[in-house]
């Protein structure tokens, strides 16, 4: 069974930093490309970041360009988001998804629970 | 960038009618468009993909078509459980989701 598990969200204050994790198994996680999603409160969603299977392909909304960064450690199962100079539109509800494929140009086929951070003074 | 514009923002259907959801793109996505749903307090699901195919235990009920920037999600006779948010999402650039339809019991 896949799982996603999101880690590391919370209150943060404006221009802090926070580190989300999301932890993935049932799956081989390097055969496939990650993304994070996020949902802000009452709202759609919002494509974040994308990395393919060997982190040779990355990609970020232009919200997030230059501020967030995104990685992957392939012998831990696990995905994460370095969010730096962080600002309250970046309150959201965070999602890790898989994606179909190894690229990152895929379609999202399970997503986690999420995780929520708040940026807030 | 690509801009996925939805409509209508709210659908009302009575359970057992047809649903169309449309979806259009600020330039051609081909047919890489995927369909998700979202109920509240849930993760989205993902229900088609390629623009017509549906995703792996989704019932037929669901279908997609289209093809370059005009795409339609059709429930043919809603359910209890099909009443929802649904997001179209391109993914021939870098992915981006439209605003969503919610489609509420008339």
């Known amino acids: 069974e896949v799982q996603l598990v999101e880690s590391g969200g919370g209150l943060v204050q404006p221009g802090r930093s926070l580190r989300l994790s999301c932890a993935a198994s049932g799956f081989t996680f390097d055969d496939y490309a990650m993304h994070w999603v996020r949902q802000a409160p009452g709202k759609g969603l919002e494509w974040v970041s994308g990395i393919s299977w060997n982190s040779g392909s990355i990609g970020y909304a232009d919200s997030v360009k230059g501020r967030f960064t995104i990685s992957r450690d392939n012998a831990k199962n696990s995905l994460y988001l370095q969010m730096n100079s962080l600002r309250a539109e970046d309150t959201a509800l965070y999602y890790c998804?898989?994606?179909?494929?190894?690229?990152?140009?895929?379609?999202?086929?399970?997503w986690g629970q999420g995780t929520l951070v708040t940026v807030s003074s | 960038e690509i801009v996925m514009t939805q409509s209508p923002a709210t659908l009302s259907v009575s359970p057992g009618e047809r649903a169309t959801l449309s979806c259009r793109a600020s330039q051609s996505v081909s047919s890489n468009l995927a369909w998700y749903q979202q109920k509240p307090g849930q993760a989205p699901r993902l229900l088609i993909y390629g623009a017509s195919t549906r995703a792996t235990g989704i019932p037929a009920r669901f279908s997609g078509s289209g093809s370059g920037t005009e795409f339609t999600l059709t429930i043919s006779s809603l359910q209890s459980e099909d009443f929802a948010v649904y997001y179209c999402q391109q993914y021939n650039n870098w992915p981006a989701f439209g605003g969503g339809t919610k489609v509420e019991i008339k």
């Open positions: 998804a898989k994606g179909r494929s190894g690229q990152q140009l895929t379609p999202f086929d399970y």
